[in-house]
């Protein structure tokens, strides 16, 4: 086992969870045309999530429920978001295209997972060609702290008996992968994948104004303008298929 670590967020780091989502935004327009009694269009739904993303929210689905939907519509809502992600949401979840092999590239290294993740996630792992590859799977779940607290970062570093020197963090958020694992001591890698490299292409209807809607307004807004310098990424990439050269040129300097 090499001493050098990388350790790797799960969503749209390893995993697109565009298709995930998409259902949880379609459960709530199912929901507010419930209540209201009448269908609530689903390009109005992108327009507030757009506009709220850009004026700074994060949680943007929750935000819209809280102000559309009763408190007892709310709280059924959410409940029913719940049970998807743990049970039938995890058909929405598939590997990005050529994860498995780029993993696969890098096993001359240990690897690992920090990320907020149901406690069931591992299970899908054969499914997606990761089975066997992670030493070290630090959930917010299994452990009880939540990105972007450094305590889950300091957690994987303690199991995996590794200097926080010697560990590279590779995930799709500033906020919640890149400074944590900075403040922690590891170095960070931005994971932005293009939209075109995730794997989800739908050939029209509801699903493709969501793609576009994302195309516009990125769920996660990585502006790096502002940040010291030790907050700042250590390297980026927008295709898988550039990581081993980018950790390779990194672990050199």
């Keep these: 086992m090499s001493d050098v670590w990388l350790f790797f967020d799960i969503g749209d780091t390893l995993v697109n969870e565009d298709r995930l989502r998409f259902q949880i935004y379609k459960s709530l327009q199912k929901a507010i045309g419930a209540e209201s009694g009448h269908e609530f269009p689903f390009q109005e739904l992108l327009a507030l999530r757009e ?8 949680g943007v689905h929750y935000g819209i429920a809280r102000e559309l939907l009763s408190p007892a519509g709310y709280d059924a809502w959410v409940e029913g978001v719940a049970h998807f992600v743990r049970n039938a949401g995890q058909s929405e979840l598939h590997p990005i295209p050529g994860a498995a ?7 001359g290294y240990s690897l690992g997972i920090i990320a907020d993740q149901p406690a069931h996630l591992p299970n899908q ?3 997606w060609g990761f089975d066997g590859v992670f ?5 917010d779940s299994l452990t009880g702290f ?8 300091e957690w994987a570093l303690s199991r995996a008996n590794c200097n926080a020197a010697n560990a590279v963090m590779v995930g799709n958020r500033l906020e919640a992968d890149v400074i ?3 403040r922690s001591g590891m170095r960070a890698i931005l994971c932005e994948i293009e939209l075109s490299a995730k794997g ?7 699903e493709l104004l969501y793609l576009q809607s994302l195309a516009r307004v990125p769920n996660w807004r990585n502006n790096a303008t502002g940040l010291g310098a030790g907050d700042r990424p250590d390297g980026v990439v927008t295709r898988l298929s550039e990581l081993p050269a980018v950790v390779e040129e990194l672990l050199a300097e």
């Design 101 to 107: 092999c780029i993993l696969r590239q890098l096993s």
């Design 180 to 182: 944590p694992a900075k």
């Design 51 to 58: 506009k709220r993303l850009l004026d700074g929210e994060l």
């Design 125 to 127: 792992f054969p499914a």
């Design 135 to 139: 030493s070290i799977v630090a959930l």
């Design 146 to 153: 939540h990105k972007p607290d450094t305590r889950l970062f």
């Design 200 to 206: 989800w292409y739908p050939p029209g209807g509801d």
